[in-house]
């Protein structure tokens, strides 16, 4: 039997370390969490320096169950659970989890860190073990009480307030405010006309453009030329002018490489770059530091991917300087290590950047072993951690001024003479401008250049742009909005909660997530507050260094927030959700209102219920007035005998009784296409033609909701070869053109109708 047991967190993770330890070792994984506070109020107990109240995580008892096993027949237990407060924490629960069955007498448990999986960082950290860190514990406990009280009763608040199933979180709060406050900038922005003027040349065969700077020996500024008649007179005053060239100042620039990875800067490169999300690229990433097998055993790929660090081990630094030394020329390399500051005020925990486990494991090398995103967030991961430790990218810069009549126009060029780090890596910026790289010709002060045009270009100013996930993510980090390592799941929380939407990959708050918002920044204004909750998350890191002790930060948290929440109680939910609106209604003249619905925010009479008009938010009287319901001539309703009207709905427009709510019939206001094909379940309906609420077209049977059988791909009255059921589909791939398939997943028949478009022809040849 083994005396030694390793638990990790990851299954995957296991595998790997068990085959650098050998017999000696078990290595078992706890799947994550293994405990969690219980899921009711009184988890938290403010009364009792805030007890917590833990429950097993029922998925995982199963793990917990062959860990406690397992820890009867060894005599030494590794603590190796992931190396930040949640791993620290997890240790801690199973520590408590074994001391409570009393297992641990005679036995050793100690924990473990190790950055990257790698046979040599794994048996260092087993030669090096240590204590549990009780400050980091702390801290992670701190951080999940205080969720848990924001979320335990804040989230009831708005379910009285607003509307049932809504949530607010200590941090994704304030990120949600982030989002509605520029959607207030964006709608408040009112654009601006300005004018440049800009003058064509050419020298040779080389053309250029220059842009007018000065005008009567003043600067000109963004609005000096605001109209076109101000634009048509600057051109009128230029006009006829020769263009004389006059200063030319001439500069060497540098462009140093970007700092390796930290979890926030590889969220927003793979954002930008990869189009990855960031939850998606933290996935990833963790496959990537588990480890795969790469054709030499299985190995981990990059250090550990939640940190703030910038730092790289000097043993890295090295290799990646030999690297460069082998690979590019002698001016690639610097003459010294290049070192870089952290911008974090806490670096997690004192890691390292995230890098290679080995500068040596180049991408395409081990391209084969990996999925595309894989490769590709490692490929860049491995270009900018060679990128930093290469020398400065070099230009020459060249401005011109050329003078026409008492106009200066400036010319500006840039010429890369070193790639330096360029030749393996470029940062992305968002909502960048395009840098002016033009290449100009050789020019001499003095000379006169021929005046091709000199034209006027018409702008407006532009709001500013809405959040992506990068340039989120780059805002939290700036205001210090919880951790690096969170900020994936904040993302998640808004979208999921239906807060915000991505709208050509940029956030836009729906309705519901602006009514919590307004509700939280004008009742509980403190706790959206950005400096507020940068200041906590200071507190957070006291606490993991050993700086502070949690209860007081706890109590000083707690004492105004239950405070503010007994005095919120009596807000009426009409305070919150409705809008008065100068505007009387077109039916009764009494005033209207913006109200909050399940569906949204519309319009709406004060006088309901004696007086129902309503329309939607952004249509006017007159256009909601043209879809007024209209009576279906020469038909009754066929439930309760009513007239029927066409109404515009949700998603369009449809047949609906007068008499409703009493009664709720409705029916497509345009006749299903009947395929004739006999519904193979209830087999006395037929299949029609339907449309989701996305405009995807589906069969389903014409009794619904007598019958609910459906399919995605038209049918065909053929029944299945294989499995006998009666109908038969038709569908349509890239990869394997038109065929036939039966709708039953369990039976797997198809057959090929027509092949994919290209395949005809190489059958032909």
């Known amino acids: 039997m083994p005396s030694s047991l390793l638990i990790v967190e990851s299954p995957s993770k296991a595998k790997t370390l068990k085959k650098y330890l050998g017999g000696d070792f078990e290595v078992l994984a706890s799947y994550g969490h293994v405990r969690d506070l219980v899921p009711k109020n009184g988890a938290v107990d403010p009364e009792k320096d805030f007890a917590m109240k833990y429950q097993l995580i029922a998925k995982n008892s199963k793990h917990v169950d062959a860990i406690v096993s397992a820890v009867r027949d060894a005599e030494h237990i590794y603590l190796a659970t992931d190396p930040d407060r949640e791993g620290e924490a997890i240790s801690w629960h199973l520590l408590q989890i074994l001391e409570g069955k009393k297992l641990l007498k005679g036995k050793t448990a100690q924990r473990v860190v190790f950055h990257e999986i790698t046979k040599n960082a794994v048996l260092d950290a087993i030669g090096h073990p240590r204590d549990i860190s009780q400050p980091l514990v702390d801290a992670q406990q701190a951080r999940r009480a205080l969720d848990y009280l924001v979320g335990f009763n804040l989230s009831p608040l708005l379910w009285k307030k607003i509307r049932r199933g809504l949530s607010a979180g200590r941090v994704q709060s304030p990120a949600l405010r982030l989002i509605c406050e520029r959607e207030l900038e964006i709608r408040a922005f009112e654009s601006q006309e300005y004018w440049t003027v800009h003058l064509a040349s050419h020298k040779g065969r080389t053309k250029f453009s220059a842009k007018l700077t000065q005008l009567g020996g003043q600067k000109l500024e963004q609005f000096d030329i605001a109209t076109e008649a101000a634009q048509q007179d600057v051109l009128a005053r230029l006009a006829g002018h020769p263009a004389v060239v006059g200063a030319i100042e001439k500069k060497k620039k540098t462009r140093n490489p970007?700092?390796?990875?930290?979890?926030?800067?590889?969220?927003?490169?793979?954002?930008?770059?990869?189009?990855?999300?960031?939850d998606r690229?933290?996935?990833?990433a963790q496959q990537l530091y588990e480890g795969m097998?790469?054709?030499?055993?299985?190995?981990?790929?990059?250090?550990?991917?939640?940190?703030?660090?910038?730092?790289?081990?000097?043993?890295?630094?090295?290799?990646?300087?030999?690297?460069?030394?082998?690979?590019?020329?002698?001016?690639?390399?610097?003459?010294?290590?290049?070192?870089?500051?952290?911008?974090?005020?806490?670096?997690?925990e004192a890691h390292e950047a995230i890098r290679p486990t080995s500068i040596y494991r180049t991408p395409e090398s081990v391209k084969p072993f990996l999925t595309a995103d894989q490769f590709k967030l490692y490929e860049m991961i491995w270009k900018r951690t060679l990128a930093c430790q290469m020398a400065p990218a070099k230009f020459d810069t060249t401005s011109v001024d050329i003078n026409v009549g008492d106009g200066v126009f400036r010319a500006t060029g840039q010429v890369l003479v070193f790639a330096g780090f360029l030749a393996v890596y470029e940062e992305d910026v968002d909502d960048a401008e395009d840098e002016d790289?033009?290449?100009?010709?050789?020019?001499?002060?003095?000379?006169?250049?021929?005046?091709?045009a000199i034209t006027g270009e018409q702008h407006f100013t532009q709001p500013p742009p809405r959040f992506s996930e990068a340039s989120l993510v780059k805002a939290l980090e700036e205001f210090g909005i919880g951790r690096p390592s969170t900020y994936a799941s904040i993302i998640s929380t808004l979208k999921d909660r239906e807060y915000v939407v991505l709208d050509k990959k940029r956030f836009l708050p729906t309705d519901t997530g602006e009514i919590v918002n307004k509700f939280l920044t004008e009742h509980f204004g403190q706790y959206v507050d950005y400096h507020f909750t940068a200041k906590?998350?200071?507190?957070?890191?006291?606490?993991?260094?050993?700086?502070?002790?949690?209860?007081?930060?706890?109590?000083?948290?707690?004492?105004?927030?239950?405070?503010?929440l007994a005095e919120k109680e009596g807000i009426s939910r009409a305070e919150i959700t409705t809008e008065s609106l100068d505007e009387a209604c077109p039916k009764c003249s009494k005033p209207l209102q913006i109200k909050f619905g399940k569906r949204g925010r519309f319009i709406a009479c004060?006088?309901?219920?004696?007086?129902?008009?309503?329309?939607?938010?952004?249509?006017?009287?007159?256009?909601?007035?043209?879809?007024?319901p209209t009576v279906v001539e020469g038909r009754s309703c066929p439930e309760c005998g009513g007239e029927l009207h066409i109404k515009k709905g949700r998603y369009g427009k449809f047949i609906g009784c007068a008499n409703y709510p009493k009664c709720k019939h409705i029916e497509p206001l345009e006749k299903p296409r009947d395929t004739g094909v006999?519904?193979?379940?209830c087999k006395t309906g037929s299949l029609i033609e339907r449309k989701s609420r996305y405009g995807k077209l589906f069969y389903s049977c014409n009794t619904y909701p007598k019958c609910k059988y459906a399919t995605w791909n038209p049918p065909v009255a053929e029944p299945c070869p294989k499995c006998h059921w009666p109908i038969l589909t038709i569908k349509t791939t890239k990869r394997r053109g038109t065929e036939k398939v039966c709708p039953q997943k369990e039976c797997g028949y198809s057959e090929v109708i027509a092949p994919p478009e290209g395949k005809e022809e190489k059958v032909a040849e």
């Open 258 to 278: 970007a700092a390796p990875f930290t979890t926030s800067t590889l969220q927003q490169e793979a954002v930008r770059k990869l189009g990855m999300t960031t």
């Open 536 to 564: 906590l998350e200071d507190q957070l890191d006291d606490i993991a260094s050993g700086g502070r002790p949690w209860v007081p930060v706890m109590d000083s948290f707690w004492k105004g927030f239950s405070k503010q």
């Open 437 to 452: 790289n033009a290449k100009l010709p050789l020019l001499e002060e003095g000379e006169t250049l021929p005046v091709d």
């Open 678 to 681: 006999a519904c193979p379940e």
């Open 293 to 348: 097998d790469v054709g030499q055993g299985t190995v981990g790929l990059i250090t550990y991917m939640r940190t703030d660090s910038v730092a790289l081990a000097a043993e890295a630094v090295t290799e990646i300087r030999h690297y460069i030394e082998n690979t590019f020329d002698a001016a690639s390399l610097p003459k010294n290590p290049v070192a870089f500051k952290n911008k974090a005020k806490n670096a997690q």
């Open 281 to 284: 690229t933290m996935r990833t």
């Open 606 to 628: 004060t006088g309901y219920p004696d007086c129902d008009y309503t329309r939607n938010i952004g249509e006017t009287a007159e256009s909601a007035a043209a879809d007024e």
